[in-house]
């Protein structure tokens, strides 16, 4: 059965955007979400790396929702050397960008909490997931 949920997305590490040891693996968003919203901060743009921008048209763009917000993981790798690496919302950011926005509100992740994510996201692919998120609106 297919559940309801916004977050169902993934962030692949490929190309540019891979990390050592986890080349090629693409990790539920789900597995960025903070247990606790007291890390939300509002973020400028130019300090995230943010793979290329789509084009702004399709599904994906038109129900792109900027009043909820990304996910960013602080101080992990990424091509730019950027402070935050995006982990969700690249079509939000480029609806906001096109309107002329410089900044939102973004969850924050640590280095540590990506790497679980990417962990859990290598057992979800090997079928040896231990833990199941479900998050509903």
């Known amino acids: 059965m297919k559940e309801d949920n916004i977050l169902n997305g993934t962030h692949s590490l490929k190309g540019d955007w891979e990390i050592p040891g986890y080349e090629n693996l693409k990790v539920p968003v789900q597995n960025f979400i903070p247990p606790t919203f007291a890390r939300l901060r509002v973020i400028k743009f130019n300090e995230i790396c943010c793979k290329n921008f789509p084009e702004p048209r399709g599904k994906r763009y038109a129900l792109a929702d900027p009043r909820f917000p990304g996910i960013v993981a602080e101080g992990v790798s990424n091509p730019e050397g950027k402070r935050y690496r995006l982990c969700d919302g690249r079509h939000r950011v480029l609806k906001m960008k096109l309107n002329k926005i410089e900044e939102a509100v973004f969850f924050v992740i640590d280095a ?22 479900k998050v509903s609106g």
């Open 112 to 133: 540590a909490e990506f790497k679980i994510a990417l962990d859990e996201g290598l057992r979800m692919e090997h079928g040896k997931s231990s833990v199941l998120k």
